[in-house]
């Protein structure tokens, strides 16, 4: 036991000068250091967090990132275009096709063409469905670490229905592989229309199920309420977006303020919180999940006939220039700069990613609340390491 | 039915039932967690080891059994060893004076309220030791908030106790039992069964009050460093040991003990006692976990105020009609219980909102 008395013990009266000692003559106060995470079941991943902690009081918060870097901007430049593909559903590897999404737009801005508008529709559709996904998962998890079992099982049970509709759409459940430059893979297979609209038809009662269990409860109301507030000013700070941002009352979504694909065309409103505490942040999501069914019902309605994508050369040469290219993913933000000299290859690529950002905000907005708050307040920001680290 | 026993045969059947209840519980309940809230989120639950996956329980405790036995390095190796036994104690005593049948109880005491409830004490020091000897910060934080809480919550849970000792005018569990004859006491003192639910689910560190091994903060809490069987003797027999103790003493003092249709009989104690078990586990799969301050506060700023109110009302009742006092403390009662689930949740969320956010959103 000896070697061990400097963490958890308080030191020997007489081993070290104590500045309190007269205060504290009997009784030795000291901050405790824990390291929560990179192995921790609610971090998400491998978020690493240092808390500095008087007693179940959050002193400081140092997150400590890279557990999951695997180094995609360079992987890029060493790839051509075609080949980073697959890789790009492994950064938010919850919703991937954002992320080709954003890819594919950035190479046709720079190689100036138009995909079929077939294919726009069929890139909403699955994009809309990857953020329902998201959400199912954020909102689940986000219980899960309030200790609350049953709803991330609700979640993963009707996430299960709309998997299976990716499946259907891209023959992939998760690392779609979907997109490609001037459209997408595949056109829409027998049958999935009609289950499509089966699925819309049932999630919005679904939905109603989840509020009924979670957004009453008292118990969920005093662990999130006024927890983690966010002003609007300080998300303009840091940067937000999302959900997120949207909690703290600013109505800032990409799909209306910097309209890209079919969006423009489609009907949809944009939930926006009061608070910008952890409450609203879950209460945008259920909203946006509501809004997604009825943006998926309009594009399959609305869906024109057609090609899903066009010719383009099998060794894809993008004239030498730069593309800037965001897109609304669940979680924020997902912007790609991308800059070609003309060859095979990407000359760089820089990716940005919102989950990094909200991580930024956590040493400003967790000093003060408990210890059980730094997996509420973590988990109602809907942090995915994936695509944080890179 | 009577029983006459000699003494040999009342040891071993003291024994038997010591050991058996909290063994058994072990083995059922955590099946019957698995399976129910299974059913609550809409799943199978486990399903393949026997029928109906009965014998998934057995599996597992061989599993734990043939784990390796580790222990800490910097662990304290003797408390960290004796700790899931210390904690053991409670259920295997506390059952010692619980009325089975109108003829047995394995030890009739004449104050076996209060043997109940200092039995029942003994398990904060199991897990508080576990929680010291495993040398781990996540344990630490388990073992300390478990003190905090179960020591809190011993305060409302004892006067909603004494709530019963006073309609009956005695502490003997047989007496408690004997005086529910015309009406249970659930149908008297509402009030005190609620309060005693919820101080219940804190004594026994379950959902919404598992913080001491609140696995998405703390990992395991006071268990995280124990493994094989004597992560074991935590999560089943202990836990669910102390269930069946609170379940059996909640049925005793609320839901008439042994008295039933056809005569008194243990079987209607253990259905009692099973519904009890339910509650446990719909709450498991209904409800978040508190946070230390709000369930601290909630004990001491909610559920002690009002138990002692409830206590002085009942006392004083008890005083001003001592010959018809049961109408009149029920009807305080229930009107109590109605006023208190209405004004709650809406005045709950007021303060929250107003000590949160200040009074603009509110």
């Known amino acids: 036991m000896a070697e061990s008395r400097d963490i958890l013990m308080p030191p020997a009266i007489g081993r070290s000068p104590d500045p309190y000692a007269d205060e504290h003559r009997d009784f030795h106060l000291e901050e405790m250091v824990l390291n929560m995470g990179p192995q921790h079941p609610s971090t998400h991943g491998v978020l690493r967090l240092v808390l500095h902690l008087d007693g179940e009081l959050i002193v400081s918060v140092d997150p400590q990132l890279g557990y999951l870097h695997r180094g995609f901007e360079k992987l890029a430049e060493n790839r051509t275009y075609l080949q980073f593909f697959s890789m790009l559903a492994r950064l938010d590897y919850l919703a991937g096709f954002f992320m080709e999404w954003a890819y594919v737009r950035a190479i046709e801005d720079l190689m100036q063409i138009e995909p079929p508008p077939r294919a726009e529709y069929l890139r909403v559709i699955c994009g809309e469905l990857n953020r329902i996904i998201s959400h199912h998962m954020a909102i689940g998890d986000y219980l899960l670490n309030l200790g609350a079992v049953t709803p991330v099982l609700w979640a993963f049970r009707d996430r299960e ?11 992939q459940r998760m690392m779609y592989n979907f997109a490609r430059v001037g459209g997408v893979r595949y056109d829409l297979p027998d049958g999935f229309a009609e289950q499509c609209r089966r699925f819309l038809k049932g999630f919005p009662a679904k939905i109603d199920e989840y509020e009924q269990l979670i957004s009453g409860n008292e118990i969920f109301l005093a662990r999130s309420l006024g927890m983690g507030v966010i002003t609007p000013g300080q998300a303009a700070d840091f940067g937000l977006s999302g959900p997120n941002l949207r909690a703290t009352g600013v109505a800032m979504d990409l799909r209306r303020h910097a309209p890209y694909s079919v969006y423009p065309k489609l009907d949809f409103d944009i939930p926006v919180g009061k608070n910008g505490d952890s409450f609203d942040r879950y209460k945008c999501r259920i909203e946006e999940l509501r809004q997604s069914v009825r943006i998926i019902e309009q594009a399959l309605d609305a869906m024109p006939g057609g090609p899903v994508n066009m010719k383009v050369p099998p060794m894809l040469r993008p004239p030498a220039g730069e593309a800037f290219c965001a897109v609304e993913t669940g979680r924020g933000e997902w912007s790609n700069y991308l800059v070609s000299d003309g060859s095979l290859r990407p000359h760089r690529l820089k990716l940005r990613d919102s989950c990094f950002v909200a991580i930024s905000t956590l040493p400003k907005i967790l000093p003060g609340f408990k210890i059980a708050d730094v997996v509420g307040i973590t988990g109602s920001l809907d942090l995915i390491m994936g695509a944080v680290d890179r | 039915m009577n029983w006459n026993l000699s003494f040999f045969e009342h040891l071993i059947a003291a024994v038997v039932i010591g050991l058996a209840a909290p063994a058994l519980s072990a083995i059922v309940f955590p099946f019957a967690v698995r399976r129910l809230s299974g059913f609550m989120s809409d799943r199978l639950g486990p399903n393949r080891v026997g029928p109906a996956g009965f014998l998934q ?7 734990l059994l043939l784990k390796e036995d580790i222990t800490p390095s910097r662990s304290d190796r003797l408390l960290f060893m004796l700790a899931p036994a210390i904690a053991f104690v409670t259920p295997v005593i506390a059952i010692s004076v619980i009325p ?49 809480q ?19 005018g005695s502490l003997s569990l047989n007496d408690v039992v004997g005086a529910q004859g ?39 809490g006071y268990m995280t460093e124990y493994g094989g069987m004597r992560f074991g003797f935590f999560y089943g027999l ?8 609170w379940s ?4 005793t003092l609320f839901l008439g003990g042994w008295r039933g249709p056809f005569g008194g009989s243990p079987g209607w104690l253990i259905l009692k006692m099973l519904v009890l078990v339910f509650v446990v586990i719909w709450f498991f799969a209904t409800f978040p976990r508190l946070q230390i301050d709000q369930l601290m506060g909630f004990a001491w700023k909610v559920l002690i105020p009002l138990s002692l109110v409830n206590l002085g009302v009942t006392g004083g009742l008890i005083i001003l009609l001592p010959d018809n006092f049961l109408p009149p403390v029920a009807a305080f009662s229930w009107v109590s219980v109605i006023v208190l689930v209405l004004l709650f949740p809406p005045v709950q969320r007021k303060l929250l909102l107003r000590k949160r956010l200040g009074k603009a959103a509110a």
């Open chain 2, 182 to 220: 015309k009406v249970w006491y659930i149908a008297v003192q509402p009030l005190a069964f609620l309060f005693f639910i919820i101080a219940g689910m804190a004594e026994l560190n379950r959902t919404p009050f598992d913080l001491p091994e609140a696995e998405s903060e703390l990992v395991g």
């Open chain 2, 150 to 168: 179960m020591i809190s919550y011993e305060i409302p849970l004892i006067f909603n106790i004494i709530i019963v000792a006073m309609l009956v």
């Open chain 2, 100 to 148: 089975f049948s109108p003829g047995y109880t394995i030890a009739s005491l004449n104050v076996g309220l209060v043997f109940v409830v200092a039995a029942g004490s003994f398990a904060v020091l199991g897990i508080l030791l576990a929680g010291w000897a495993s040398h781990n910060k996540y344990s630490l934080l388990g073992g300390l908030r478990s003190v905090a």
């Open chain 1, 161 to 171: 229905d709309v998997l299976d509709l990716l499946e259907m759409l891209t023959g």
């Open chain 2, 57 to 63: 329980p057995m599996a597992d405790f061989i599993k």
């Open chain 2, 248 to 251: 059996l003493t909640g049925a």
């Open chain 2, 238 to 245: 202990v836990e669910w040991g102390n269930a069946t103790i």
